[in-house]
């Protein structure tokens, strides 16, 4: 569908494309000119279906417009003037609303008729709070005229037999506000009519088919509203002087008289009584080169002694030039308005005449003055703004009230004008005033918040009146379920409570709508923590939704600055909000985690109580509805079964109720916590192993220093005993150092208690570090290390003939007892090598064998060279000593190359091995001219 716009006063030529603007084609557009199509195929075929909507919009001057915010998701708004139905996508419906709520007064609109497919086009007025996209026949208090000639008021029948209305149609509504009656027309005709109206309604127009069409063609809205904002000439002190058409009121010129008594005060035409908002201007005026004389503007009963000032006791409410305010003969400073009733001191005389010491609170430019005041009836506040700016709001209003004017000069002249309804009420700074002059809102970082979070995003885009209200708001979810949003009056106080500040941590149970998530987190900041929750997923997504629509909405940062005591980044807060689906009555909810502050507006039992203490830390507060008490309660400790509560107001009205957790709730939330404790078992379990490898390898550590320091003080005492010459007579000091069990080492244990050196003690500390040893010795790179140590030391062992630096006498067997390795005989390293095929490694032979029914490795290296046996058994164990984590070596043997004796599988007896210990005895001080065979027996993992 292609829209074509044309506008001649600015020259602009537009085109959309299915509702989507595709931006300005032309400037400098002149005409005159006609609408044309050029058809290119003859199985083209074009149909013009907005043919009326060639109007001259320009000329509209009515105060109603079409709200594009307030659209069903299918429409297309242009100008606020034209709506076009362009897909169905949204639902068989799609209703549009007004931009004016009405609650008083005579308004009348004209709709005319561009297109209707059907019998499916609705017109009439109905209560905010309903789906957009949603069958008009089902809307609260529904009234319209049906494009079938059906009207219904307020629900009731009216008749089925009106004019079916069509393409060029005029549909005209009336609407009187004070009777509460609609009459509907059709081209001038009385259609039907009837009573019963709600209180406040809303234009609407509902379109069915695809192209439906209809324009706003002229409105007259708020004509009784502006005829009533005069100055009742029959309500004014003799000395005031109202003009013929009430708008204006001065003082007589012979007011100087001794009569006089130095003010006048004058009531407005019409008083407010009814639940509703009343704005009116009053424009003050007197001459620029004269002195500012003092004047009162405000609100006054209709019984008030008109020769007294406003505000004097039994006079309503007034507004000095100043800036104090003066309420039933007391009066108080605007600065003092959050405290007043405290501060406010009596008044005595006229209040016209008092002067403070504070300084005038209005700027007259060129002689004028403008100050705007807003009556609200429904939350009971008077709000005083000037120049666009508030000067502030009082609570506890209540009516019948008129509007009131004071004059003291001759010269000044007050005119009556009407206040700008529905656009300056609805904003965030009204409801923080209107929470302030309450008493709601005394934090500064919540009043911050609020200023920053809008609430109109939060509710349905056609309760937007309803949004700055301090009233909860109900809204209907898709999936049938009911979300209320509570009043802002308690979520002010109830976060105040909660006394939220940087860096702390928020839970929002049932976070519904997120209004409150959002204000939380503006006042904790990017460094808390701010968690909601909610159970069902329809709520969920539309508080994300709300989220990222707020995200996008927020003012530049350089903006928000400028408010006092916001967060330091607004964007990054509401960016590091968490929202989840679970059940605040699962165990666990929230994986353990534990809140400084938690908010919940639903109402709970008793029986609930401990499960939500249960996610407060020590110290930590919760504001909860318990039946019709909210309540602040104060955890008092680690016992969550210790606390303290308050009550801090009575709800009237419920927020909503907990939902109970479904079974498969519950059982999820059971496995949940069971894979959370596994996994918090396994990092435990790493962490107690990771520290018990630390402390062995420090022990490690330990004893490998040991080691060195004991090789080093052998090496010092041989040099001591060649040094003198001769070995001297008594004890040998060699054999005495390394018996000393101060300077020996642990003996070497097995693993495997079966395979353990002789004469080896086993204990638990022992045993752990042999079990840390062999796991090193068990690293591959570690083990290719450990044998080409092994080769060096052999090599360097067998390249020389040596066994001269040490006594000939010593025995190697005190050697590798005092190393913790014990000497295998060449039987033994025969039956553990037999039938078994060796493996080339690096130069040795590997046997992969068992011993004494454990795995072993049995090495052979072959020493062709003259060696000197005893120094092959020293050099081995200094290397040993050097080298602690070579921990699995069982044993090592010696066989001379030219004394092979033949293998027994089945070993020896035991005078057999006594005598070749002897033989080996013999043979190890010997050198062995023909070379030897190097066996090294080790555990193998």
């Given at each position: 569908?292609?829209?074509?716009?044309m506008?001649?006063?600015?020259?602009?030529?537009?085109?959309?494309?299915?509702?989507?603007?595709?931006?300005d084609?032309?400037?400098?557009?002149?005409?005159?000119?006609?609408?044309?199509?050029?058809?290119?195929?003859?199985?083209?075929?074009?149909?013009?279906q907005?043919?009326?909507?060639v109007?001259n919009?320009?000329?509209?001057?009515?105060?109603?417009?079409w709200?594009?915010?307030?659209?069903?998701?299918?429409?297309?708004?242009?100008?606020?003037l034209?709506?076009?139905?362009?897909?169905n996508?949204?639902?068989?419906?799609?209703?549009?609303?007004?931009?004016?709520?009405?609650?008083?007064?005579?308004?009348?609109?004209n709709?005319?008729?561009?297109?209707?497919?059907?019998?499916?086009?609705?017109?009439?007025v109905?209560?905010?709070?309903?789906?957009?996209?949603?069958?008009?026949?089902?809307?609260?208090?529904?009234?319209?005229?049906?494009?079938?000639?059906?009207?219904?008021?307020?629900?009731?029948?009216v008749?089925?037999?009106?004019?079916?209305?069509?393409?060029?149609?005029?549909?005209?509504?009336?609407?009187?506000?004070?009777?509460?009656?609609?009459?509907?027309?059709?081209?001038g005709m009385?259609?039907?009519?009837?009573?019963?109206?709600?209180?406040?309604?809303?234009?609407?127009?509902?379109?069915?088919?695809?192209?439906d069409?209809?324009?706003?063609?002229?409105?007259?809205?708020?004509?009784?509203?502006?005829?009533?904002?005069k100055?009742?000439?029959?309500?004014?002190?003799?000395?005031i002087?109202?003009?013929?058409?009430?708008?204006?009121?001065?003082?007589?010129?012979h007011?100087?008289?001794?009569?006089?008594?130095?003010?006048?005060?004058?009531?407005?035409?019409?008083?407010?009584?009814?639940?509703?908002?009343?704005?009116?201007?009053v424009?003050?005026?007197?001459?620029?080169?004269a002195?500012?004389?003092?004047?009162?503007?405000?609100?006054?009963?209709?019984?008030?002694?008109?020769?007294?000032?406003?505000?004097?006791?039994?006079?309503?409410i007034?507004?000095?030039?100043?800036?104090?305010?003066?309420?039933?003969?007391?009066y108080?400073?605007?600065?003092?308005?959050?405290?007043?009733?405290?501060?406010?001191?009596?008044c005595?005389?006229?209040?016209?005449?008092?002067?403070?010491?504070?300084?005038?609170m209005?700027?007259?430019?060129?002689g004028?003055?403008?100050?705007?005041?807003?009556?609200?009836l429904?939350?009971?506040?008077?709000?005083?703004?000037?120049?666009?700016?508030?000067?502030?709001?009082?609570?506890?209003v209540?009516?019948?009230?008129h509007?009131?004017?004071?004059?003291?000069s001759?010269?000044?002249?007050?005119?009556?004008?009407?206040?700008?309804?529905?656009?300056?009420?609805?904003?965030?700074?009204?409801?923080?005033?209107?929470?302030?002059?309450?008493?709601?809102?005394?934090?500064?970082?919540?009043?911050?918040?609020?200023?920053v979070?809008?609430?109109?995003?939060?509710?349905?885009?056609?309760?937007?009146?309803?949004?700055?209200?301090?009233?909860?708001?109900?809204?209907?979810?898709?999936?049938?379920?009911?979300?209320?949003?509570?009043n802002?009056?308690?979520?002010?106080?109830?976060?105040?409570?909660?006394?939220?500040?940087?860096?702390?941590?928020?839970?929002?149970?049932?976070?519904?709508?997120?209004?409150?998530?959002?204000v939380?987190?503006?006042?904790?900041?990017?460094?808390?923590?701010v968690?909601?929750?909610?159970?069902?997923s329809s709520r969920?997504?539309?508080?994300?939704?709300?989220?990222?629509?707020?995200?996008?909405?927020?003012?530049?940062?350089?903006?928000?600055?400028?408010?006092?005591?916001?967060?330091?980044?607004?964007?990054?807060?509401?960016?590091?909000v968490?929202?989840?689906l679970?059940?605040?009555?699962?165990?666990?909810?929230?994986?353990?985690?534990?809140?400084?502050?938690?908010?919940?507006?639903?109402?709970?039992?008793?029986?609930?109580?401990?499960?939500?203490?249960?996610?407060?830390?020590?110290?930590?507060?919760?504001?909860?509805?318990?039946?019709?008490?909210?309540?602040l309660?104060?955890?008092?400790?680690?016992?969550?079964?210790?606390?303290?509560?308050?009550?801090l107001?009575?709800?009237?009205g419920e927020?909503?109720e907990?939902?109970?957790?479904t079974?498969?709730?519950?059982?999820?939330?059971?496995?949940?916590?069971?894979?959370?404790?596994?996994?918090?078992?396994?990092d435990?379990?790493?962490?107690?192993?990771?520290?018990?490898?630390?402390?062995?390898?420090?022990?490690?550590?330990?004893?490998?220093?040991?080691?060195?320091?004991?090789?080093?003080?052998?090496?010092?005492?041989v040099?001591?005993?060649?040094?003198?010459?001769?070995?001297?007579?008594?004890?040998?000091?060699?054999?005495?150092?390394i018996?000393?069990?101060?300077?020996?080492?642990?003996?070497?244990?097995?693993?495997?208690?079966?395979?353990?050196?002789?004469?080896?003690?086993?204990?638990?500390?022992?045993?752990?570090?042999?079990?840390?040893?062999?796991?090193?010795?068990?690293?591959?790179?570690?083990?290719?290390?450990?044998?080409?140590?092994?080769?060096?030391?052999?090599?360097?062992?067998g390249?020389?003939?040596?066994g001269?630096?040490l006594?000939?006498?010593?025995?190697?067997?005190?050697?590798?007892?005092?190393?913790g390795?014990?000497?295998?005989?060449?039987?033994q390293?025969?039956?553990?090598a037999?039938?078994?095929?060796?493996?080339?490694?690096?130069?040795?032979?590997l046997?992969q064998?068992?011993?004494?029914?454990?795995?072993?490795?049995?090495?052979k290296?072959t020493?062709?060279?003259?060696?000197?046996?005893?120094?092959v058994?020293?050099?081995?164990?200094?290397f040993?000593?050097?080298?602690?984590?070579?921990?699995?070596v069982?044993?090592?043997?010696?066989?001379?190359?030219d004394?092979?004796?033949?293998?027994?599988e089945?070993?020896?007896?035991?005078?057999?091995?006594?005598?070749?210990?002897?033989?080996?005895?013999?043979?190890?001080?010997?050198?062995?001219?023909?070379?030897?065979?190097?066996?090294?027996?080790?555990?193998?993992?």
């Amino acid at each position: 569908v292609l829209t074509v716009g044309m506008d001649l006063t600015s020259g602009i030529l537009r085109f959309s494309r299915n509702g989507i603007h595709l931006g300005d084609a032309f400037t400098g557009v002149k005409g005159p000119l006609v609408a044309v199509v050029t058809l290119a195929s003859e199985e083209s075929k074009v149909t013009i279906q907005n043919r009326p909507t060639v109007l001259n919009m320009g000329e509209y001057t009515g105060e109603l417009r079409w709200d594009e915010v307030r659209a069903g998701r299918d429409l297309h708004v242009i100008d606020g003037l034209t709506v076009t139905k362009m897909s169905n996508e949204g639902g068989d419906y799609a209703t549009v609303l007004g931009t004016l709520c009405i609650a008083s007064g005579q308004h009348t609109w004209n709709v005319y008729i561009n297109h209707v497919e059907d019998s499916n086009l609705f017109i009439g007025v109905t209560v905010g709070g309903h789906d957009l996209n949603a069958d008009p026949q089902e809307m609260k208090s529904r009234t319209y005229y049906l494009s079938n000639g059906t009207i219904r008021v307020a629900g009731k029948l009216v008749t089925r037999c009106a004019e079916p209305y069509a393409e060029g149609d005029l549909v005209t509504v009336q609407l009187d506000m004070e009777a509460h009656h609609i009459s509907f027309f059709k081209n001038g005709m009385l259609q039907g009519a009837g009573d019963g109206l709600p209180e406040e309604v809303w234009p609407y127009v509902s379109l069915d088919n695809i192209m439906d069409s209809i324009t706003l063609h002229s409105s007259g809205m708020f004509l009784d509203l502006a005829q009533s904002l005069k100055w009742n000439g029959t309500k004014c002190c003799q000395w005031i002087q109202i003009s013929e058409d009430g708008t204006t009121a001065s003082l007589r010129p012979h007011a100087q008289f001794d009569s006089f008594l130095g003010q006048a005060t004058v009531l407005g035409l019409r008083e407010y009584s009814r639940p509703e908002v009343h704005s009116w201007v009053v424009r003050l005026e007197q001459p620029a080169n004269a002195n500012i004389a003092n004047f009162l503007v405000g609100v006054a009963p209709a019984t008030m002694d008109l020769n007294h000032s406003i505000g004097q006791e039994g006079c309503g409410i007034g507004l000095d030039y100043y800036g104090y305010i003066y309420v039933n003969g007391r009066y108080f400073h605007v600065s003092n308005l959050p405290n007043w009733q405290q501060v406010a001191k009596p008044c005595r005389g006229s209040t016209a005449r008092h002067k403070g010491k504070a300084g005038p609170m209005f700027r007259f430019h060129e002689g004028k003055c403008e100050i705007t005041l807003t009556l609200d009836l429904k939350e009971g506040t008077l709000r005083f703004s000037s120049g666009g700016h508030s000067i502030g709001t009082l609570a506890n209003v209540k009516g019948p009230m008129h509007a009131a004017l004071t004059l003291t000069s001759s010269k000044q002249m007050a005119h009556m004008a009407p206040g700008p309804i529905g656009k300056t009420e609805h904003t965030a700074e009204e409801l923080v005033n209107i929470l302030k002059a309450k008493g709601h809102l005394g934090n500064k970082r919540a009043e911050a918040a609020m200023l920053v979070v809008p609430r109109d995003l939060f509710v349905p885009r056609d309760r937007h009146r309803e949004a700055y209200r301090d009233q909860k708001v109900t809204v209907r979810m898709p999936d049938g379920s009911t979300l209320i949003l509570p009043n802002p009056g308690f979520v002010a106080m109830a976060l105040e409570k909660l006394a939220l500040h940087p860096g702390c941590s928020f839970l929002d149970v049932g976070c519904g709508s997120a209004y409150v998530t959002a204000v939380a987190a503006c006042m904790i900041g990017p460094s808390g923590t701010v968690h909601g929750i909610e159970c069902l997923s329809s709520r969920l997504e539309n508080a994300r939704s709300n989220l990222r629509q707020l995200h996008e909405r927020l003012p530049p940062e350089y903006v928000v600055q400028q408010i006092a005591h916001v967060a330091e980044s607004i964007q990054a807060a509401i960016s590091n909000v968490h929202l989840s689906l679970t059940n605040v009555l699962i165990p666990e909810c929230t994986d353990g985690t534990l809140y400084d502050a938690l908010y919940c507006d639903n109402s709970l039992s008793e029986e609930d109580l401990p499960a939500f203490l249960s996610l407060l830390k020590p110290k930590g507060r919760m504001v909860v509805v318990i039946e019709d008490d909210a309540l602040l309660i104060t955890r008092s400790g680690s016992n969550p079964h210790d606390y303290n509560r308050t009550l801090l107001t009575k709800i009237m009205g419920e927020f909503g109720e907990l939902e109970d957790p479904t079974p498969w709730e519950v059982q999820e939330a059971v496995q949940r916590i069971k894979v959370r404790e596994l996994h918090k078992g396994l990092d435990r379990a790493k962490t107690e192993a990771s520290s018990l490898r630390n402390n062995e390898l420090v022990d490690l550590q330990g004893r490998m220093g040991a080691a060195m320091q004991r090789i080093a003080e052998l090496e010092a005492a041989v040099q001591r005993n060649a040094q003198a010459g001769s070995r001297p007579n008594g004890v040998d000091d060699t054999r005495a150092v390394i018996r000393d069990n101060k300077y020996r080492r642990s003996q070497r244990v097995s693993p495997h208690n079966s395979a353990r050196s002789p004469g080896s003690d086993v204990n638990g500390t022992s045993l752990e570090n042999v079990k840390l040893r062999t796991r090193q010795v068990l690293d591959g790179a570690e083990e290719s290390m450990m044998h080409a140590q092994k080769l060096a030391a052999l090599e360097s062992c067998g390249s020389l003939k040596i066994g001269t630096a040490l006594h000939p006498h010593s025995n190697h067997a005190d050697i590798m007892q005092a190393m913790g390795v014990q000497t295998l005989t060449t039987v033994q390293a025969a039956s553990i090598a037999a039938g078994v095929q060796p493996q080339q490694r690096a130069g040795f032979q590997l046997y992969q064998s068992t011993f004494r029914g454990t795995q072993v490795s049995l090495w052979k290296v072959t020493v062709n060279q003259p060696v000197n046996t005893l120094e092959v058994y020293r050099t081995y164990s200094r290397f040993c000593a050097a080298h602690p984590n070579v921990c699995a070596v069982l044993g090592i043997c010696i066989e001379p190359l030219d004394t092979a004796q033949p293998m027994d599988e089945d070993g020896i007896s035991s005078p057999e091995r006594g005598s070749q210990q002897q033989q080996w005895q013999q043979q190890t001080q010997e050198i062995e001219q023909g070379g030897c065979h190097l066996w090294v027996l080790e555990e193998r993992h």
